[in-house]
């Protein structure tokens, strides 16, 4: 149980482009998702976090316009990286905690996404 | 605010031999630690948690680690390394004025020798 899926799992755009990234619960309801980055070597950077169906908290320093994060379902959530450039390459990661299960403060992680940008 | 310090990027042992990571952590309220492993190109698995209760914890794969308060840390250990246990380790602190929101370590890279 408490499965979390990230699609794709690898993408390469070109500069300029924007690319969505779907982070999904399989088998739970999911009160709230993070998005985090990780830089090669590096530990995971809290991006957002954002609760279905109500604006993203954004962590100082992310810019809001550029990381578009929507939380349309229990189950769903995107991060689209807009006019991206090659200083947005990293592994993305999002995960989810559990509705009824908040007070686990356990957190369910997803593969990750490699985006590249040439 | 809290945050994670774990000593030591990189820490290699001998296949059999004792693991052990260490994990401090700074925390205004009682906190929720927990220790992940990441394999490369992949997310995050937790390994295990302590919320209340028991101070020692044991978590999957024969790892464990012991909160103590009065030291303000969570190491974890595994009495024998195997080959398998070769990724990087994450110390986190979520405290419960904070909902779920994790704070991370740096991470320490385990490397195990034949």
């Given at each position: 149980g408490a499965v979390v899926s990230q699609h794709p799992s690898r993408v390469i755009c070109k500069s300029g482009t924007s690319v969505k990234i779907e982070c999904r619960s399989l088998d739970f309801q999911a009160t709230t998702m993070f998005w985090y980055r990780q830089f090669p070597k590096k530990s995971l950077m809290l991006m957002a976090t954002s609760n279905e169906g109500s604006k993203a908290t954004y962590e100082q320093g992310v810019e809001k316009d550029k990381f578009l994060i929507n939380h349309a379902s229990l189950t769903l959530s995107t991060l689209t990286v807009t006019s991206?450039?090659?200083?947005?390459?990293s592994f993305y990661i999002c995960s989810a905690s559990e509705l009824g299960r908040e007070a686990s403060y356990e957190q369910y992680f997803g593969p990750g996404t490699r985006l590249t940008v040439t | 605010a809290q945050s994670v310090t774990q000593l030591g990027s990189h820490v290699s042992v001998s296949e059999g031999a004792l693991v052990l990571l260490r994990c401090n952590y700074s925390s205004s309220v009682p906190p929720y630690l927990f220790w992940y492993v990441q394999y490369p190109n992949q997310g995050l698995q937790l390994l295990l948690k302590y919320t209340?209760?028991?101070?020692l914890v044991k978590g999957i794969n024969g790892f464990e680690a012991e909160f103590k308060k009065s030291e303000t840390s969570f190491h974890l250990t595994k009495p024998s390394a195997h080959m398998s246990d070769a990724a990087e380790y994450f110390c986190a602190v979520s405290d419960r004025t904070s909902g779920s929101r994790l704070t991370f370590g740096e991470g320490t890279q385990l490397t195990v020798n034949p």
């Open positions: 991206a450039h090659p200083e947005d390459s | 209340t209760g028991a101070t």
